[in-house]
Structure formats: C-alpha cells, structure tokens
T-cell receptor
Framework: ETGVTQTPRHLVMGMTNKKSLKCEQHLGHNAMYWYKQSAKKPLELMFVYSLEERVENNSVPSRFSPECPNSSHLFLHLHTLQPEDSALYLC????????????FGEGSRLTVL | ELKVEQNPLFLSMQEGKNYTIYCNYSTTSDRLYWYRQDPGKSLESLFVLLSNGAVKQEGRLMASLDTKARLSTLHITAAVHDLSATYFCAVDIGDDKIIFGKGTRLHILP
C-alpha cells in the first residue's frame, strides 16, 4: 500500500459509544495530523504529532483523544460524542519541520446519532 | 487571530473563461499551498509555493505568492468542466501547523 490510509471510511455511532479512527501512512513521513471538515466551517486543525510528540492540541474537547504510537500510525479515540461532532475527519502526513505539503487520506465520515 | 480568507467562496463560470481565486492571510509566512477537493473525496495537493514571488503552473492552473502582500492567487485559464471542484489555500505558520481557508467552490458550466 502507498499513501495515507484511513479506516473506517464511514462510521455511525451513538452518543454513548466508544470508537476509534485509524490512520496509517506509508510515505516515510514523521508528522501526522487530524483535521475536521464539517459543512459549515473550514478545515479545522485538531491535533499535530511531529516526531511522535504532540505539538498541537487546538482546543479540542476531551471527548476526542489522539494517540500516535509510532511515526506511521495515528489514532483518534472517540467517546461520548455529540451530534455536532458529525463530520469528515481527515488524516494527513508530512515531513516534520516545514519541509513540504500535507498528504491526505480519504477521510472517515462520522455520523453521531 | 490568524485568518486565511479566500474569495470568492463560490464561483460559477463558463468554459473557456479566465478567472482568479484570491487567498489573503493575516500572519507572516513564506509557505503556502493550494489543494483541490472533488465531492466526496479527499484533498489533493496542487501547488507548493515556498518563497516570495514564487509562481507555479500546471496545465490551466497557475499559482503565485506575494509574501509582502500576504496574498496568493490561483489563476484559471480557459476553464474546462474537469476543473470543477473546491480549491483550498493553506498557510504554513510554523511548528508543523498548516491552516486552511474556507475553500472556493468552483463550478464550470459546459
């Protein structure tokens, strides 16, 4: 596989569920990102991991919990979400320290009932 | 507060016409990116602009960067239907953070 792979592509969950989104990159990058894309807002930067350390937690509610076990994998753990959290969650990767642009996965479409 | 503003946000144009999308940003940066997103798809990188005065061209699209004016433009020449998509500019503000504009939804009429 090449590029940035996200699973699942679609997820429907209730407000009391716990689920996780997974992202894997095969590009040899060392920075990974979670962005949220919803209909009424621009792409929102949620979390940044650079060299496996979290460098940004952009005022994201604690019901979203990221995990980066190594430079190739990134998770977003979801717990007691709200309907307004329904959105497309995009994972991206890049070379750390401002070397280049982001490479995005296909996204995980989340619906919270 | 950092702002990345694109205009227009919506653009409907005829095939064969030329048009320009503008991206203004409110902080110092010498790195700017343009992305394309098709409906239901992810974002695809189009251009990487790394210095003042940078100009990149690919087919009917040309992007430029003026870091002093904090302005980037994406120019479309002789538009074709296949260019219909949403176009985003994104500004690198350092510390591995890249902030996106709201996107310009481009619809090209045959």
């Amino acid at each position: 596989e090449t590029g940035v792979t996200q699973t699942p592509r679609h997820l429907v969950m209730g407000m009391t569920n716990k689920k996780s989104l997974k992202c894997e990159q095969h590009l040899g990058h060392n920075a990974m990102y979670w962005y949220k894309q919803s209909a009424k807002k621009p792409l929102e930067l949620m979390f940044v991991y650079s060299l496996e350390e979290r460098v940004e937690n952009n005022s994201v509610p604690s019901r979203f919990s990221p995990e980066c076990p190594n430079s190739s994998h990134l998770f977003l753990h979801l717990h007691t979400l709200q309907p307004e959290d329904s959105a497309l969650y995009l994972c991206a990767s890049s070379h750390a320290r401002r070397v280049g642009e982001l490479f995005f996965g296909e996204g995980s479409r989340l619906t919270v009932l | 507060e950092l702002k990345v503003e694109q205009n227009p946000l919506f653009l409907s144009m005829q095939e064969g016409k030329n048009y320009t999308i503008y991206c203004n940003y409110s902080t110092t940066s010498d790195r700017l990116y343009w992305y394309r997103q098709d409906p239901g798809k992810s974002l695809e990188s189009l251009f990487v602009l790394l210095s003042n005065g940078a100009v990149k061209q690919e087919g009917r699209l040309m992007a430029s960067l003026d870091t002093k004016a904090r302005l980037s433009t994406l120019h479309i020449t002789a538009a074709v239907h296949d260019l219909s998509a949403t176009y985003f500019c994104a500004v690198d503000i350092g510390d591995d953070k890249i902030i996106f504009g709201k996107g310009t939804r481009l619809h090209i009429l045959p």
